[in-house]
């Protein structure tokens, strides 16, 4: 099963307050481990990045302003996401802010039910507990020391490694043919493993009360 871990930055919180995206970055992973397709973007918002969001991510709107526009990214964006299960910590958030960019554009929204939500899943799981993504990496010792800033696709690479502890598969779980284990498994019940029993001759036994009478007069202790 194919799906794809998921994070946004953004110029600020809401996008009632007219916040835009400025970087998305997506992981696809199959059966838990990590694939080789990769989407990243940085973005040109067309609005100044707030005071609060340059403290988190660091994207100065200098940085931004030779950038491509969400609309020239998102058909290949919403290639990359199809059929797969999207799965984002606080997806409140990033989903908002995607349909948002989606709707300016006259493009369909992402549905909620394809989303899976990792800090839903943390906060059931650890009530009462941290569940930032740091404090998740925390929790499961992941080794997050490249977070100076965020950026997309570290966090989605920590995030990658959060999922797979939240739903408790600490090893990748991989497909094996079912028919080829069957056949391997009844190949090893058809043969006989039994020790082969051999019969020992007249002049065997005769040889051996020999071998008795004569040695065991012997002290070999």
Excluded at 140 to 169: G, W
Aim: one cysteine or more; proline letters at 2%.
């Amino acid at each position: 099963m194919k799906e794809v871990v998921l994070d946004t930055e953004t110029t600020g919180l809401s996008v009632k307050d007219g916040h835009r995206i400025v970087e998305i970055g997506c992981i696809e992973i199959e059966n838990l481990i990590p694939t080789k397709n990769v989407f990243h973007c940085y973005l040109n918002p067309q609005r100044e990045v707030s005071e609060s969001a340059l403290k988190v991510h660091g994207y100065t709107d200098e940085f931004l302003a030779d950038k491509k526009k969400f609309e020239d990214i998102a058909d290949d964006f919403l290639k990359f996401i199809e059929g797969k299960k999207i799965i984002i910590h606080n997806a409140e958030f990033d989903i908002g802010h995607l349909n948002n960019e989606l709707s300016l554009i006259s493009k369909g929204k992402i549905l909620r039910e394809n989303v899976i939500d990792t800090l839903e899943i943390a906060r059931n799981k650890f009530p009462g507990s941290g569940i930032s993504l740091d404090a998740l990496c925390k929790r499961f010792r992941i080794d997050n020391s490249r977070r100076v800033k965020h950026t997309a696709l570290i966090d989605c690479e920590l995030l990658s490694k959060v999922y797979i502890n939240l739903i408790d598969q600490k090893e990748p779980i991989f497909e094996f043919d079912k028919s080829e284990l069957k056949n391997k498994i009844d190949s090893k019940v058809t043969k006989n493993y039994s020790k082969k029993i051999v019969k020992i001759t007249e002049q065997e036994l005769d040889d051996h009360r020999v071998f008795l009478k004569t040695n065991l007069k012997k002290n070999f202790y």
